[in-house]
């Protein structure tokens, strides 16, 4: 699956953007696809994930309540929506698309077996 992201900018504290994955190649309307986060000197956080059909949804503790993530009607393209932006919320944000199996969390990186190449995030205060 290859994936590609857009949607990142520059925005004020409290604003909104919304991202968009669009994959393509095999599984790419079946896959589980997640949101992850890196800001400047940190690890890569889980941010939110979705499954196919948009009825298994996650996020991060620290997005909950801003962040929604969506399926479009094709499947092939997630979307983020992120509001109540902080400061904090500064990274570069990637799509990533996990093969579905048994037991899966799909809040760790190694569980995702395509990523996008990002999108900078940055909210200033």
């Known amino acids: 699956v290859q994936l590609f992201e857009s949607g990142g900018g520059v925005v004020q504290t409290g604003g909104s953007l919304r991202l968009s994955c669009t994959a393509s190649?095999?599984?790419?309307?079946?896959?589980?696809m997640g949101w992850f986060r890196r800001a400047p000197g940190k690890e890569r956080e889980f941010v939110s994930v979705?499954?196919?059909?948009?009825?298994?949804?996650y996020y991060g503790d620290s997005v909950k309540g801003r962040f929604t993530i969506s399926r479009g009607y094709s499947a092939k393209t997630v979307y983020l929506q992120m509001n109540s932006l902080k400061p904090e919320d500064t990274a570069v944000y990637y799509c990533a698309a996990a093969t579905p199996y048994i037991g899966g969390k799909y809040i760790y990186t190694h569980e995702y077996d395509s990523w996008g190449q990002g999108t900078q995030v940055t909210v200033s205060s």
């Open positions: 190649g095999q599984g790419a309307s079946t896959n589980h």
């Open positions: 979705i499954n196919w059909n948009g009825d298994t949804i």
